[in-house]
């Protein structure tokens, strides 16, 4: 839900840029704005998820209690891996309902290519909807840039305009009716991407999967890369595992002898 970084992704995807690189030639093309942290770090997608969850769920959303996370730590090797394990990045806002309570958050995703998002580039957005009845939907536009953003602006201003004329609030009405309680994240069950730099030496690798089984994540995937005989960079994909299970696990491996920095952990969606 934000043409921005959703560009400076789609740039580092295809290019193999930095983020910092790919920020400036947002800037450059008038898709970021001077002082981007409202984008980078996710707080527009944010603002806009407790606006699109209160009306979807029914249940007014504050948007401070939406888990918010920016792009700022992805770096090229991540979309470098990510594309060897069969996924994209990208900026989600996630909305779900699960057994009456919900689940709203805002934060980089891995994110199968098979998946309708995953083709979403440049500076486009692109709303996914899947309906009990309706099944899945996709709403698809350019959402960053002179035009679109001016367009959309004037639109608000339009229909401002028509609802004083007319003395009516607005035809989406507030349908907050009800009070459902938004999951705390250490609740939500994603899949793991986990990038991590270790000493080449036997064991190292042994230990931490020790402590993810321990801690109830199972691995899936794990690529290592870049090994030079003093050091190597592990990248994991787990299963899917709530996330309070994960932050026990990354707490514990970080301290295990002979792994010396845990460089990226981002949360994937699973096929389907």
């Known amino acids: 839900m934000n043409g921005t970084t959703n560009f400076i992704l789609t740039r580092m995807a295809e290019e193999g840029a930095e983020f910092e690189d790919s920020l400036r030639e947002a800037q450059r093309l008038g898709y970021a704005e001077p002082d981007p942290?409202?984008?980078?770090?996710?707080?527009?997608?944010?603002?806009?998820?407790?606006?699109?969850?209160?009306?979807?769920?029914?249940?007014?959303?504050?948007?401070?209690?939406?888990?918010?996370?920016?792009?700022?730590?992805?770096?090229?090797?991540?979309?470098?891996?990510?594309?060897?394990?069969?996924?994209?990045?990208?900026?989600?806002?996630?909305?779900?309902?699960?057994?009456?309570?919900?689940?709203?958050?805002?934060?980089?995703?891995?994110?199968?290519?098979?998946?309708?998002?995953?083709?979403?580039?440049?500076?486009?957005?692109?709303?996914?909807?899947?309906?009990?009845?309706?099944?899945?939907?996709?709403?698809?536009?350019?959402?960053?840039?002179?035009?679109?953003?001016?367009?959309?602006?004037?639109?608000?201003?339009?229909?401002?305009?028509?609802?004083?004329?007319?003395?009516?609030?607005?035809?989406?009405?507030?349908t907050c009716f009800e009070d459902k309680p938004v999951k705390p994240m250490a609740e939500v069950t994603t899949r793991h991407y986990l990038r991590t730099q270790v000493a080449d030496r036997p064991g190292v690798l042994a230990a931490s999967a020790t402590v993810c089984g321990e801690e109830g994540v199972s691995l899936a995937s794990v690529l290592q890369m870049g090994a030079s005989g003093e050091s190597a960079e592990i990248v994991w994909l787990t299963h899917p595992a709530e996330e309070g299970k994960m932050r026990r696990s990354l707490e514990r491996i970080e301290k295990l002898d002979g792994v010396s920095e845990i460089s990226s952990w981002i949360r994937a969606e699973a096929e389907g």
Do not use: W
Not at 78 to 98: R, S
Not at 113 to 126: C, D, Q, R, Y
């Open 37 to 174: 942290t409202n984008d980078v770090e996710g707080f527009d997608a944010a603002f806009k998820l407790a606006i699109l969850g209160s009306i979807a769920f029914e249940s007014r959303v504050p948007v401070d209690s939406v888990y918010r996370e920016g792009i700022t730590g992805i770096g090229a090797r991540d979309m470098e891996y990510a594309g060897q394990l069969g996924y994209t990045i990208k900026l989600l806002a996630i909305g779900a309902e699960v057994d009456g309570a919900l689940e709203m958050r805002v934060h980089p995703t891995l994110l199968p290519k098979s998946h309708p998002l995953a083709a979403v580039t440049g500076p486009f957005n692109a709303i996914f909807v899947r309906g009990s009845s309706v099944g899945e939907v996709m709403f698809y536009g350019q959402g960053a840039g002179t035009m679109p953003t001016g367009s959309a602006v004037a639109g608000d201003i339009i229909d401002v305009a028509r609802n004083v004329r007319s003395g009516s609030t607005g035809r989406v009405a507030c």
